[in-house]
């Protein structure tokens, strides 16, 4: 009997293991870490990186989910072909930000590293930037699991101040009766100057 019961259990085991990790917090730190590593790359000396950033946040990033929560409505009205331009422009946006303001940081560090489940559906992973004056900064990625992976979403500096909230506020004048067009325009002009 206990032989038998032995052997029903058996194929529970692998099960749990796959939702285990499936699930598990600590998973969204790696995510972090993907991110942080491309971005440490980032240097006033490095002239072509722009494309491994912008592939490097769209492997990290869940930018669908930030620009439906930016445009809100609007994006469910928005055809395929607008959907994938403001994504794409958005993307180069991202990037391109992160190289203007991370290039002159002689030693891009990031420490403790922390995750906690926030609102069930979301994972928050807590770290600080250090500068290049010893300075702190606080920065919170709040993470969504989206095809087996664990994707920045929003970003709160300083514990509080949400990118999403701060886009949102942004680029609401550029959303003109239902349409994107505006936006995708804005985006194109902001990219163009970003790094010149």
């Known amino acids: 009997k206990i032989e038998k019961e032995k052997a029903k259990k ?5 099960i749990k293991k796959v ?14 870490l993907e991110l942080h590593d491309g971005l440490s790359k980032i240097s006033s000396e490095q002239t072509n990186i722009f494309p491994e950033i912008k592939n490097l946040i769209r492997v990290t990033y869940d930018t669908e989910k930030m620009v439906e929560m ?28 992160y190289i203007r303001r991370f290039k002159n940081i002689d030693k891009l560090k990031f420490t403790n590293l922390e995750s906690r ?8 992973v807590k770290t600080e930037l250090i500068l290049n004056n010893n300075e702190k900064v ?4 709040l993470l969504i699991f989206n095809n087996n992976k664990w994707k920045v979403f ?12 701060t886009k ?3 680029f609401s004048s550029f959303i003109r009766n239902g349409d994107m067009s505006p936006l995708i325009a804005a985006l194109k002009k902001k990219n163009a100057e970003l790094l010149n």
């Not at 939702?19 to 972090?32: F, Q, R, W």
């Not at 489940?117 to 928050?124: E, V």
């Not at 606080?138 to 990625?141: A, C, E, F, M, R």
């Open 117 to 124: 489940k926030f609102n069930n559906a979301y994972n928050m």
């Open 154 to 165: 929003d970003i709160l500096l300083s514990g509080s101040v949400s990118e999403i909230a």
């Open 70 to 97: 930016i445009v809100g409505r609007v994006w469910e009205k928005a055809d395929s072909k607008q959907k994938n331009e403001i994504l794409s422009e958005f993307e180069e946006y991202i990037a391109k930000n």
């Open 168 to 170: 949102k506020s942004e």
């Open 19 to 32: 939702e285990k990790i499936k699930t598990n917090p600590g998973n969204s730190i790696s995510t972090v």
């Open 10 to 14: 058996i194929p529970e085991k692998p």
């Open 138 to 141: 606080g920065i919170n990625y």
